[in-house]
């Protein structure tokens, strides 16, 4: 069954630290995105993907990198980690438009 | 201001009362989708409208991309119904959503 799976699904840091969440689709879907979820701001997307090799900047790209090193596998990067970004991120997948796929979240927590 | 204007913010319903939740959008959109949230965290994808309307089930959608609007009517609202549903918006510039803030919806017996 197509998929979009994260990791982790929780994830404490320490402010400094460096963090990596992964994101794999079995969707064969060229576009990927990463969003963020805060109470009070929906989703906001923060970078998104066209195909392997390719990232671009979304809406708050500022203190995370994004990573695309093949068409299933979808990374962001959070190199100093700090605590106003805690929150739920999302990783996502879409063909055409009409089947955009979430993943189930990462909680992540930055103290 | 925000390109996805989305109302009300919290709705509560009854069992097999029937409401809309509506998007309004801010610049040109040349498509919509509507989500929902379940208690788990996870994001369904209910609509996909470029125009006109869809409808599953108990739902049905509209899109009017000149007067720059979306509605998701639910009716005979039932307790797995209850919820937070997100609209996205598709702008012109590229294969990205803007989503809106959310309805919580509220199903009660």
């Known amino acids: 069954e197509a998929a979009v799976t994260q990791s982790p699904r929780n994830k404490v840091a320490v402010t400094g630290g460096k963090v990596t969440l992964s994101c794999n689709q079995t969707n064969n879907h060229n576009n990927m995105y990463w969003y963020r979820q805060d109470t009070g701001h929906g989703l906001r997307l923060i970078h998104y993907?066209?195909?392997?090799?390719?990232?671009e900047k979304g809406d708050i790209p500022d203190g995370y990198k994004a990573s695309r090193p093949s068409q299933e596998n979808f990374s962001l990067i959070l190199e100093l980690a700090t605590p106003s970004q805690t929150s739920v991120y999302f990783c996502?997948?879409?063909?055409?438009?009409?089947?955009?796929?979430f993943g189930s979240g990462t909680r992540l927590l930055v103290i | 201001g925000d390109q996805v204007e989305q109302s009300p913010s919290a709705l509560s319903l009854h069992e097999g009362t029937s409401s809309a939740l509506r998007c309004n959008f801010t610049?040109?959109?040349?498509?919509v989708q509507w989500f929902r949230q379940n208690s788990r965290g996870s994001l369904i994808n209910l609509f996909y409208?470029?125009?006109g309307t869809k409808e599953n089930g108990r739902l049905k959608s509209a899109f009017d991309s000149k007067e720059l609007y979306s509605t998701l009517h639910i009716r005979d609202a039932q307790l797995e119904d209850s919820g937070t549903y997100f609209c996205?918006?598709?702008?012109?510039?590229?294969?990205?959503?803007?989503f809106g803030s959310g309805t919580r919806l509220l199903v009660s017996p």
């Open positions: 996205a918006a598709e702008g012109t510039g590229g294969y990205k959503v803007v």
């Open positions: 993907s066209y195909g392997a090799g390719s990232t």
């Open positions: 610049t040109t959109t040349r498509s």
């Open positions: 409208l470029a125009s």
């Open positions: 996502a997948s879409a063909g055409t438009h009409s089947d955009y796929t």
